[in-house]
């Protein structure tokens, strides 16, 4: 079979992370580095292949196969067990080709950008150990495993967060990611161990027709019936628990506080993990339980879009008043991750014969295509943003300013991005953003008007940022020792690749969505999974257009200039409003008082007080009043032969007194 | 001789031949062989169980045999073993041999302190092979007298306070247990002390095992902290020197829970059914308590002791629970637990013996310093908190998944109690995460603040060996965990049958 050497995708990072984590102290940084980015370009290769042997196979009524090469159990337990095994279909096999794409551009620009920093062997370790995990993740069979992962990669990203550990606020944020991330897993897990119990079952099976590979252990049914049977709230209830478990992944409000201060890490992982490829884990899972969704929890979706809209505003708000580029690049990957996560509310439930409808589910190819766009253009951002920040030491926009001179490579790349992600025509972020905003105004024209203003706010922010860096007045004084200068060429290529993938899709995409082509994304991804041609709807992607040129103009108009009277007029108003925004809303002070104040000083205190002057002072009290009752019962025996006379005499006079009295 | 006698009859001549050695070389060399020997015999004795069981044997207990030695209250000498068991003695030789290294460099009375040692792990292997109710408390009461001369002598801090107080809380469980036992003899009708014969008579009054279940397990519950009979293990384990800590938390703890599970449910069937969930609360807070007390500690053994509260009351919670995948996962915890405190209690014991404190405010950036101990304290905080590829995790999602699937019982007070109480102790796996990256961020990460420190050195190959034996082994259980669930599956299967819930 041709999908036979699939299990090494998993594997060879795998050893990777072995090789460099057991051995990796005594090697040199090159071959480190090399080890870790060879097993990453063979499995980059191996997931191109996958790709093109799976959209090329045939298929069986127009539809994707699902193609489960090896599935076999880890671990039985009663009547439920939990299995390992690689599951392909059109989203996981997507999944393969943007992590292994993105991983290995960061591999090879981390080459630059780590280039002589302390625990670089290291740094490739950690970064082995994440593709692994998210490779796992994205090609698991069943919930459980997905699960597995799930916590593998956020430990991946712990670890690589605190990469200078040395530093107090990598510390303070890697622990801060981990913990509010595990705070939404725990409602997955009970989601998972609820839908467990009721169907019997872990595994994915209820997605469609599988197929099974030589020497795989085959599925059991999921007894989805049986559960509808218990209750008709058990199965949303379920996929709802879950869904918060994706919500703190995906930074989703109000779980999403850690994600800009993941930002502390090395900016290549930023781009790998919270741009491109963990942050999206929550869409896949909900993208993965989508035929559920659709079926048995139609309702509970609109849970998903309004969690979807609320943060997609909220971090653009956010996202037009940071000054540190990296936490304008986080805010803004938080509101693209809920467009994603809108688009796949946003499908209405309907059916085509037996399978579901692509046009009433328009939303789930829209969703998986922004993931697809986003990650590539977005990924790209973060690698020029690395580029930036390794020729002016700093992370502050107001030390920019005129870098294009300097940085011709990387100024164009990020101008390209910035043009996706505002969603102009002919790049990649237009195609699917338009078919987000699609999907919303069949769903409702609120939501569809809601999240075209976003988008203008996302075309606004995006160039302010741009003009900050790249345009108006270069701070010379930030720039007197070090003339900024070009990355190498390690860090510039990746730029280019993901430039390259972002405008050949765009190009594609535009011509083939307003002409009617097929081969377009919806002919890989969409719900049916069968082949989808994506036609735009002229009057919304016009709209959509102008209104993104318009706010790229306005932001031209405030930000261009040398000096930014417009933008200082502004502050100077609304200074209460751009203070809120600075600070992010005060979520991370609400969040620190309920952590801090509450549940350290009013639980976790109180309770330690309890246990050691409570608990352990009533075995005190006993052990003292044993002790105590020993002292006085000693005076009793005293050896004094009087006392002794005095008390048998007494008791005798009194014993003979009681019997005589009765 | 049955093979099984083997396991107390290794210490026993241990104990001689420490006795005879003369310099600190020889006893190493006693220890060393003494325990890697248990180690090959409990690892051949697993190998063993599963080619018996992969050939077609179905006995409850293997290896049995039996011999009187107090006929007038029918008290026997009576070993067996089945998958339970067998793991348990495999955790018991891991630790004991990873416990000889990790106190390889003890001074001073290095011999003393040996003998002592030795006759605790008697004392433990003789509870685990013994199926006959008096000669297991008779190897309980032995394993846990040296306990009080290794702390009250070789420990740290308040150590007489500690040893006294852990001294007096488990002989006061003592005392329960020889009530119970006692009780279960006479009701059953007074012919045999041997476990499995009892359960199969199934002949006391359910009145009556109403009476004597609460002290059986209560008294087990002591060693295997159940709130609030916990609060001798923080300071125990405080004060306790390094290899103490790791066999008592290691092991130690384990017969509290293996002794609730083969005493109390097993031979007093209806009121575990009844009673379980008025223990299943207590554990419920245990797990939770436990976590949250741990949360705000400032001593690196008070932060463990206290998560071994709350993973030890995850072994008693799953255990009531009475469903096979529960207590199998129960199991699975034991050994999990028992691998990673070891490991864990091991570092403590490690980086306090350099900077000869424990307290998190004084400690920072022991990466730099000794980066082989910080990378393993790293390991074992994951482990701790349930990370994939390591024990903990699968041991965790064994029992949350088989407790939540978990039958409701007849003296339970809802039908969805058992479900409740799993999702309230599944809280426990956020707080592990708090208090376990809230040290590691404390102490290993940051500058460091001490200059002193930076003379400090790492491990020594001794320390290195007790280290990466141990996370090979949380690691291979995290990894293979199928290995050792087909071992104590069928053992939990056939305990539950009798108990009459499954």
């Known amino acids: 079979m041709i999908y036979e050497l699939s299990y090494l995708i998993l594997l060879l990072p795998l050893l990777s992370f072995l090789v460099l984590g057991l051995a990796g102290m005594k090697m040199q940084h090159k071959t480190a580095g090399l080890i870790g980015t060879c097993s990453l370009s063979l499995v980059t290769l191996l997931s191109y292949w996958t790709a093109f042997a799976y959209f090329t196979a045939d298929r069986v009524n127009g539809i994707y196969q699902t193609i489960v090469p090896y599935n076999f159990t880890w671990l039985p337990l009663g009547n439920l067990h939990f299995d390992m095994g690689i599951l392909l279909d059109p989203i996981s096999v997507m999944m393969l080709v943007v992590i292994s794409t993105v991983s290995l551009m960061v591999h090879i620009y981390s080459f630059g950008y780590m280039h002589g920093e302390k625990g670089f062997q290291r740094y490739y370790a950690f970064l082995s150990l994440f593709t692994m995990s998210m490779l796992g993740l994205v090609l698991a069979t069943n919930i459980f495993q997905m699960y597995m992962f799930w916590e593998l990669v956020g430990v991946s990203s712990y670890l690589l967060i605190g990469f200078y550990y040395p530093l107090k606020p990598a510390i303070a944020a890697s622990k801060k990611a981990f913990i509010v991330t595990r705070f939404a897993d725990m409602f997955f897990l009970v989601g998972i161990l609820t839908f467990g119990y009721f169907t019997d079952s872990f595994s994915f099976s209820f997605a469609g027709d599988i197929v099974m590979g030589q020497g795989t252990t085959p599925f059991i049914e999921g007894n989805i019936a049986k559960a509808v049977a218990a209750g008709g709230f058990i199965i949303p209830t379920a996929l709802v628990l879950m869904f918060i478990g994706g919500a703190g992944k995906s930074a989703m409000f109000p779980l999403h506080i850690w994600l800009p201060d993941a930002m502390e890490g090395p900016t290549p992982v930023s781009a790998l993990i919270h741009a491109a490829t963990m942050v999206v884990a929550g869409v896949f899972q909900i993208a993965r339980m989508f035929p559920l969704w659709i079926e048995y929890a139609p309702q509970a979706m609109s849970i998903v879009v309004w969690v979807g809209v609320i943060t997609a505003f909220y971090a653009a708000a956010v996202a037009c008043a940071q000054s540190d580029i990296k936490r304008v690049l986080a805010f803004s990957t938080i509101s693209q991750i809920a467009f994603m996560m809108v688009a796949l509310g946003v499908s209405l439930p309907g059916h085509h014969g037996a399978v579901l409808d692509n046009h009433a589910q328009l939303g789930y190819m829209a969703g998986m295509f922004h993931l697809f766009t986003h990650a590539m253009f977005k990924a790209c951002l973060f690698l020029g943003a690395g580029c930036i920040i390794h020729a002016v030491h700093s992370n502050e926009m107001a030390l920019m300013g005129g870098l294009r001179k300097y940085m011709p490579i990387t100024h164009i790349t990020f101008l390209i991005s910035c043009l996706a992600i505002a969603g102009i025509p002919f790049f990649s972020g237009f195609s699917s953003k338009d078919e987000i905003i699609t999907a919303c105004m069949e769903y409702s024209p609120v939501v569809g008007w809601i999240m075209t203003g976003i988008a203008a706010m996302t075309a606004f922010y995006m160039f302010r940022l741009y003009y900050g860096i790249f345009w108006g007045t270069e701070n010379k004084e930030a720039h007197a020792h070090h003339t900024p200068h070009e990355a190498p060429l390690t860090m510039t290529l990746p730029l280019i690749v993901l430039c390259v993938i972002t405008v050949g899709v765009g190009v594609y995409t535009t011509i083939a969505g307003f002409a009617g082509w097929g081969g377009s994304f919806g002919s890989f991804v969409s719900a049916a999974g069968t082949d989808y041609t994506i036609h735009f709807n002229t009057q919304i992607a016009a709209t959509s257009t102008v209104i993104a040129i318009l706010s790229i103009c306005l932001a031209t108009y405030i930000y261009k200039g040398e000096s930014q009277p417009i933008a200082d007029r502004l502050y100077k108003t609304f200074p209460k409003l751009h203070r809120a925004a600075y600070k992010r809303f005060y979520q991370d002070e609400i969040w620190q008082y309920v952590t801090h104040r509450i549940i350290f000083r009013c639980v976790s205190t109180p309770i330690a007080w309890f246990d050691r002057h409570v608990v352990d002072g009533t075995f005190n009290f006993l052990a003292w009043g044993a002790n105590e009752g020993g002292e006085s019962l000693r005076s009793w025996q005293s050896g004094d032969v009087r006392k002794y006379a005095v008390w048998f005499l007494t008791g005798t006079v009194a014993l003979t007194l009681i019997l005589l009295c009765i | ?502």
């Open chain 2, 1 to 502: 001789m049955n093979i099984l006698s083997l396991f107390v009859l290794i210490p026993a001549l241990m104990l001689l031949g420490l006795w005879v050695a003369r310099n600190v070389n020889q006893v190493r060399g006693v220890m060393v062989t003494g325990s890697s020997l248990l180690l090959v015999l409990s690892i051949w004795l697993c190998y063993f169980f599963v080619s018996e069981r992969s050939a077609g044997n179905t006995d409850e207990m293997l290896l049995v045999a039996s011999t009187p030695w107090f006929e007038p209250l029918n008290i026997a000498y009576s070993v067996g073993v089945d998958g339970i068991s067998v793991v348990m003695l495999l955790l018991s030789s891991i630790i004991v041999f990873t416990g000889t290294f990790a106190s390889w460099q003890l001074k001073p009375m290095t011999k003393e302190y040996f003998l002592w040692f030795t006759l605790l792990s008697t004392g433990v292997y003789g509870f685990f092979i013994c199926t006959d109710m008096f000669t297991m408390f008779m190897f309980y009461e032995v394993a846990l007298i040296p306990m009080y001369l290794l702390i009250g002598v070789w420990g740290s801090g308040r150590k007489e306070y500690s040893a006294m107080k852990l001294t007096l809380m488990l002989m006061g469980g003592s005392a329960l247990l020889i009530l119970g036992i006692l009780g279960i003899y006479y009701f059953s009708g007074h012919t045999t002390m041997n476990v499995n014969e009892i359960a199969a008579m199934h002949n006391i009054d359910p009145d009556i095992q109403n009476v004597f279940f609460p002290f059986i397990f209560i008294g087990f519950g002591v060693l295997g902290a159940l709130f609030p009979f916990h609060t001798w293990s923080p300071d125990g384990h405080a004060s306790a020197p390094t290899a103490v800590s790791m066999l008592h938390a290691g092991v130690l703890m384990k017969l509290g829970g293996y002794g609730c599970f083969r005493i109390a449910m097993y031979l007093l069937p209806d009121a575990a059914q009844d009673l379980s969930w008025i223990f299943l609360i207590l554990t419920t807070i245990s797990v939770v308590y436990g976590a949250l007390s741990a949360c705000v500690q400032t001593d690196l053994k008070y932060i463990n002791a206290y998560s071994s509260v709350s993973h030890c009351g995850l072994v008693l919670f799953a255990l009531l629970m009475m469903s096979q995948t529960a207590v199998t996962g129960a199991i699975l915890q034991m050994l999990s637990h028992g691998l990673m405190t070891a490991l864990f209690f091991a570092l403590i014991g490690m980086i306090y013996g350099r900077t000869h404190t424990r307290d998190i405010r004084e400690l920072a950036g022991l990466m730099k310093i000794m980066p082989f101990l910080a990378v393993g304290y790293v390991i074992a905080g994951l482990a701790n908190l349930g990370l994939p590829g390591f024990s903990g995790f699968i041991a965790e999602m064994t029992i949350f998944v088989g407790s939540f699937g978990a039958k409701p019982l007849a003296g339970d007070p809802d039908t969805s109690f058992r479900m409740v109480a799993t999702i309230i102790a599944c809280m426990s796996i956020v707080v592990t995460a708090v208090y376990i990256l809230r040290v590691v961020g404390k102490i290993l990460y940051g500058e460091v603040e001490n200059k002193h420190y930076l003379e400090l050195t790492d491990a020594t190959w001794d320390e290195r060996f007790a280290v990466v034996c141990l996370i090979f082994c949380v690691a291979g259980l995290g990894v293979c965990p199928f290995l050792f669930s087909d071992m104590i599956s069928p053992a939990a299967g056939n305990i539950l049958r009798s108990i009459g819930v499954m």
